[in-house]
């Protein structure tokens, strides 16, 4: 039995509360970027309909609309409909219920200000002739706090509710963030709550360990997926130091399909004939230009370079020498404190020109040279290779390096139809938009996306450019990059995978 597929009976209701109305209970970081993401999620990869997804946030789910039209929409549920629920906020267990915030709550008063799962929704289902939910639980609790960094807000869930609902003979599933009496956290460097990004993300179909047997999505698979993820991506990417295990109560005795992942064309064959991303040897890089006048090594009485020569070269290297000890210092230094490494595990250079900083995990080069238009400035380059997957990085290591890159270099390899691709560019701006500038004289394809990512396709250089509009840490760059290039081929991606 499968339940959702391009499927126009989906029914959803999506809820989220990032601030309330009392500032004595705490925000919850990125709930309505969740939200607007599951939203998103249903709409482009389960065929949802738009007028058939009810969305409240912050101020509009109040407790009125918890207790009066979310019963009233499930009762007009069909045996055919579909329906999911997906709820960011806080919640947590009293006296016999678990219960959940609205944009209303008073700590002072939590019985009287928030609602109950059972009478709202569980029951609700329950009783309705509908035969198949989902529903998504981004909350839990342990305690309440006045500096929550978590989801939660009082005394542990109790799993006697979700246990009754999951034992009806309908099919039923409740996924939870965490288990009771732990936190559900968010994460600055993805800015969603770390539960929600994986469960959209492997709902997406973009976390092959959430797949079985390469098509499907299945009850089960994504529930073993959550319990194994998110505990590592704590363990791994944040400096948390508590424990977050998925929980899930399933009421189907047999696997349930949730979605099945249609096969996709690759990349390179979809968008760009004949071209061969080389994703194995993406770097980032960032290159400036700086007068020899601002350089430490520039004394008075020194005379600035009237020519591009070698000479010159030599002497701006020779100037310029203190700005990279102490930068290849300072990111040795920080490299030791953020990856917890020891002197032993990390190569520092110093040379004439440049200096780098080798590990298992990244390698950083920065190097001067003379500015080939004007002899008077220096091209400061600073490159930086990622050895490992992106999610295996800590969430602060973009604190690594004082000066963030600013573009993704992807080698091409192969050859290249230049006027093939023009034309794949030119449908590509007359079907989304954007702007194209072409140049055979310089080999040049340069593309500029409603999203002001500008892709820059070098035929010369063979060589692919991705530059965001704004500045971004490393981490970040490397997203909005594959995200960039997700929009174009159609299909989602994760640089280094």
């Not at 190097?367 to 008077?376: D, M």
Request: proline share 4%.
């Amino acid at each position: 039995m499968e339940i959702i597929q391009n499927d126009k009976n989906i029914i959803a209701i999506i809820i989220a509360i990032e601030t309330y109305r009392y500032t004595d209970i705490s925000k919850v970081d990125y709930a309505l970027n969740d939200a607007n993401a599951f939203k998103k999620l249903l709409i482009d990869h389960f065929g949802a309909s738009e007028e058939n997804i009810t969305i409240w946030l912050n101020e509009h789910a109040t407790k009125t609309a918890l207790e009066e039209e979310l019963p009233y929409l499930i009762r007009q549920l069909s045996e055919e409909d579909k329906f999911i629920f997906y709820y960011a906020g806080h919640g947590f267990h009293y006296t016999d219920c678990n219960r959940l915030t609205v944009w209303d709550s008073h700590k002072n008063n939590l019985f009287g200000t928030t609602v109950s799962i059972n009478d709202i929704l569980l029951d609700p289902l329950t009783n309705s002739r509908c035969e198949n939910s989902l529903l998504f639980l981004d909350s839990c609790a342990t305690y309440i706090s006045e500096k929550l960094d978590g989801r939660d807000l009082i005394s542990s869930m109790s799993l006697k509710e979700f246990e009754n609902f999951g034992n009806s003979t309908k099919y039923n599933a409740v996924f939870c963030s965490c288990s009771p009496g732990q936190k559900s956290y968010p994460s600055r460097n993805i800015e969603h709550g770390i539960w929600t990004w994986h469960l959209i993300e492997a709902l997406k179909g973009n976390f092959p360990e959430a797949i079985f047997k390469d098509t499907f999505i299945t009850d089960v698979s994504l529930q073993n997926f959550l319990r194994k993820a998110i505990p590592e991506y704590i363990t791994n990417h944040t400096t948390i130091t508590a424990t977050q295990t998925p929980y899930s109560q399933i009421s189907s005795s047999n696997t349930f399909i949730i979605r099945q992942i249609l096969p996709q064309k690759q990349v390179v064959e979809k968008e760009f004939p004949k071209i061969k991303l080389q994703f194995e040897k993406i770097e980032l890089r960032k290159i400036e230009q700086e007068h020899l006048k601002q350089l430490s090594g520039f004394k008075k009485g020194h005379f600035l370079p009237d020519r591009v020569s070698s000479s010159g070269e030599r002497y701006i290297q020779s100037i310029s020498r203190q700005e990279i000890e102490d930068e290849i210092q300072e990111i040795y230094e920080n490299t030791k404190a953020i990856l917890g490494l020891r002197r032993k595990d990390i190569i520092k250079e110093v040379d004439h020109g440049g200096g780098s900083i080798e590990t298992e995990i990244f390698r950083f080069y920065f190097e001067i040279y003379q500015n080939k238009e004007n002899p008077s400035l220096a091209d400061m380059v600073r490159r930086l290779i990622i050895r490992v997957n992106r999610f295996d990085l800590p969430e602060d290591f973009h604190n690594i390096f004082p000066v963030q890159p600013n573009q993704i270099i992807i080698p091409i390899g192969g050859t290249i139809d230049y006027d093939d691709l023009v034309d794949k560019f030119e449908n590509l701006e007359s079907e989304i938009g954007g702007h194209l500038k072409d140049d055979d004289s310089t080999g040049e394809i340069i593309y500029t996306s409603k999203e002001n990512l500008t892709i820059i396709i070098n035929t010369n250089f063979m060589e692919m450019l991705f530059i965001p509009n704004k500045p971004l840490d490393c981490l970040k760059l490397i997203d909005f990059a594959a995200d960039g290039l997700s929009k174009l081929t159609g299909q989602k991606l994760i640089l280094l995978p």
